[in-house]
């Protein structure tokens, strides 16, 4: 996931919302279903796949999280892996 400002997201197509809590909500592929955004609730910002940007520009992959309900076979681009989420949230390392 990639954290953007809100005012630097150009979305090209329908994007359908769904409010996940009182926090946040997710934005979706109307007519697929695919997860695109996840944005807080005080729309400043918006979360999103790299896959998701047509320029990441200067941002990297800094790691693969959640892997062990991964749906498809990861790339293998030497991130480093944690199955359970971020190391420091789950006491990974």
Do not use: K
């Amino acid at each position: 996931m990639v954290t953007v400002p809100r005012e630097r997201v150009e979305m090209a197509g329908r994007v359908a919302w769904i409010s996940i809590s009182p926090l946040a909500r997710r934005g979706f592929c109307p007519t697929c279903g695919g997860f695109l955004f996840w944005e807080p609730e005080d729309r400043q910002s918006i979360n999103t796949g790299f896959d998701n940007l047509d320029d990441p520009g200067p941002q990297r992959l800094a790691a693969h999280f959640w892997t062990s309900s991964a749906r498809l076979p990861l790339p293998d681009d030497g991130a480093p892996r944690y199955p359970r989420g971020w190391p420091t949230a789950t006491g990974q390392m």
